[in-house]
Structure formats: C-alpha cells, structure tokens
C-alpha cells in the first residue's frame, strides 16, 4: 500500500481538486459508450442505419464510413454531455471550494495525498430538508492510485466525520457505469436505497440510471 495522507482542503489545492474532478468525470465518457452499444435498440438502430446506407449506396466500403460517422456523432454527444456536466459542477460547489465546504460545521472537503502530491478527494455536505443526514459529493481517486486503499480511508473519513457530528446518514449518489464506485460504497457499509433515471434528454433516451446509497450511522 502506498503511503498518503488525508487532510482537510486548503485554498491551494483548488486548481488540482478541479481538474481531479474533470478528468475522473471525463474517464465515465467510454463506461457510457459501452454500455450504449450493449443496449438493444441501439443495436437495432445501428443494424437499420446500416442496412438503409447499404441499400441506397450499393456500397458496403461506403455503408461502414457511414456507419462509422454515426458512431463518431455519438461519441461526440457523449463528449459533449459529460463537459457540460463538468462545467456545471466547476460553476456550483466546486467554484468557491472554501465557500461551499469549509464555513460550516456540517461540511468538510478533504484531500488524499503522497509525496505532496494529490491523489484524492471528497467532500459532504449537509442534505437540504432532512436533519441527522449529510451528503458525500465529489468522491474522486487518481488512476493510477486506485489500489492503494484511498478511496476507502476518504469514506471512512466522511463517517467518522459523520459520526462525530451526531448525523445519522450519509447518503450519496452514484452513476449506473461507475462500477468501481459501487463497490467502493458498498464494501465500506453503503446500501443501496434506489435508482432512478437521469431526469435529462440522453437519460430518458437511454434509460442512464443514478443510484442512490445510504450509510446508517450506528
């Protein structure tokens, strides 16, 4: 195991923590692409496309740069689906870190790191409209240090912070495509309580469901 450390955010760390955030979002973009080409009517609407080019092109060498082309519009949706969530994030909570995380008694942002490098972080915040419940937000591990153990000191960190402030949940969501995620939760202790589909456009098209664990503080 790697030696880190975990320590509370500091005003210095804000250009790391936000490109930490992207690029572990950024990294969802193939998961999402995968799990698209395994869905039926996907394959279905592929097979169609491909059929029609074939029979207006007489080609089959033109039919596949076709299809090919359809493939690379879907690639550039999803690209551009995740960027935009991205942008969002960076102009809410992760635009004024400090704001957000470190001025109330109920929220907190921690980051992992080794050879002052950072290589982790997550942050909770109170949940809006229920007392006793905080939220962790913005779970994220470097690639390259995903077997070292940080992604479930950062989560025991969150409890123990939890437990400590008299809460007695700690809820969190995750995507459908962030497998490694899942079981991150659910080792530590979360349980999953639902799943619902993303209440946009490409998540009514595609039925790209978030999950929704839960952590009983004992």
Known sequence: MADFSIRRYKNSDYDAVRLMFAQ???EQRSATCFYLLKMPRVN??????????????????LSLICLASLLAVGWHLINSEVHQ???RCHGEDLLDIEKSYMLNGSSCFWVAETERKL???VGVQAAQNSDGEIVLRRMSVAKDQRTHGIGKALCRTVIDFARKGGCKVVSLET???????????ERVGFKEIKVMI????FGKLTNFSILYYTFDIK
């Not at 279905?44 to 060498?61: M, P």
């Not at 490694?180 to 939760?185: D, G, M, R, S, V």
Request: glycine residues 4%.
């Open 198 to 201: 993303l209440p946009t456009l």
């Open 175 to 185: 995507s459908m495509v962030q497998y490694a995620a899942q079981k991150l939760y």
């Open 44 to 61: 279905l609407f592929l097979l169609v496309a491909f059929t029609t080019f074939l029979v207006v092109s007489k080609s089959y060498l």
């Open 85 to 87: 969530y991205v942008k």
């Open 24 to 26: 572990g979002m950024l």
């Open 119 to 121: 290589v982790g972080m």
